[in-house]
């Protein structure tokens, strides 16, 4: 058994480096580019490389609203400057937008489109021609509406092109030694509330010091979903039993509680991606599809 671990082990670093060159070759061929920074797993590696492939003809923009969790802010600074890329910090303004903050089932696309409208404007200015963004091969399959707005702006993702999966990245994350190679998933804030539940500043607000306060508490693959009044925790499957801890328990309901929240529930399946999507009916995902490919 041993063995047949070792061997395949070898064989997805032999595949992933084997992509990682291809990158790299990518890269080179568009001679200078942006690259659209959050400090996750995806972005942060996809910086790595750029840097890598172009040296000093790299910038990485990190946006920022209200949106963004606040946490995240100064991991994703600190890993840019490890990685030795030039970072340029914008703000981004989804929250002035009717059709986003209504939150309907394609909300990234609004998201996506501001963020890419203003990058491009940005590279205009800079003469740079290239745009690029961290989504990999797995992301192919899931519900993803902002893939249609970086379509429409022109923007590329070189780790799909290379058909690199998040366990390749983070295979080569952890081997090039950068910081977020077992980093849990980054979501922004908006991800927190079920479609057609409105996005205010005060609601996002909400969120935030509740997933700020579990993960001062230890728990990790935080999503604090937004229900009204309501508060359903997801955290990993393995920290479940820590809400019947009666000390952290007491912890977590009256600082939910604190922030406005009446009812504090827990998610039994724990934290995983896309959750929210559950809900979306087939015609939903077949019309998106089409949307997206249209």
């Known amino acids: 058994m041993c063995y047949l671990t070792y ?23 568009m001679g200078e580019v942006v690259v659209a920074y959050s400090g996750g797993v995806d972005s942060s590696f996809l910086l790595h490389a750029a840097v890598e492939a172009l040296g000093t003809k790299v910038t990485a923009i990190l946006a920022v609203s209200p949106t963004y969790p606040s946490r995240e802010y100064s991991l994703a600074v ?23 903050v209504k939150n309907p089932v394609d909300r990234c696309y609004f998201c996506k489109k501001e963020l890419f409208t203003d990058i491009a404007k940005i590279i205009t200015d800079e003469g740079i021609h290239h745009m690029v963004d961290g989504s990999n091969e797995d992301d192919k399959g899931d519900h993803r509406p902002g893939k249609r707005a970086l379509r429409e702006l022109g923007v590329r993702s070189p780790l799909q092109e290379v058909h690199l999966t998040k366990d390749e990245i983070r295979f080569l994350s952890r081997q090039f030694n950068i910081p977020t190679w077992n980093k849990e998933a980054l979501a922004c804030l908006s991800s927190r509330f ?31 979903r937004h229900q009204g009044k309501t508060i359903k925790i997801e955290v990993a499957p393995s920290m479940i039993p820590n809400f019947f801890v009666d000390d952290t328990r007491q912890k977590v ?42």
Not at 91 to 99: F, K, W
Not at 201 to 211: G, Q, T, W
Request: no cysteine; net charge positive.
């Open 253 to 294: 309901i009256t600082g939910l509680k604190a922030l406005g929240y009446t009812y504090v529930t827990v998610d039994l399946e724990g934290y995983r991606s896309g959750s929210l999507n559950e809900v979306l009916s087939t015609q939903d995902k077949k019309n998106e599809k089409w949307r997206v490919l249209s």
């Open 78 to 100: 600190d890993v840019a400057a490890k990685i030795g890329a030039r970072l340029r910090v914008i703000s981004t303004n989804e929250m002035q937008r009717d059709d986003f």
């Open 7 to 29: 061997q395949l082990n070898q064989m997805i670093m032999h595949s992933a480096q084997e992509k990682y060159i291809r990158l790299l070759a990518v890269l080179k061929e």
């Open 194 to 224: 079920p479609y057609g539940e409105k996005i205010t500043l005060d609601k996002l607000r909400m969120v935030d010091s509740a997933e700020n306060l579990l993960a001062d508490l230890g728990f990790k693959g935080i999503r604090a």
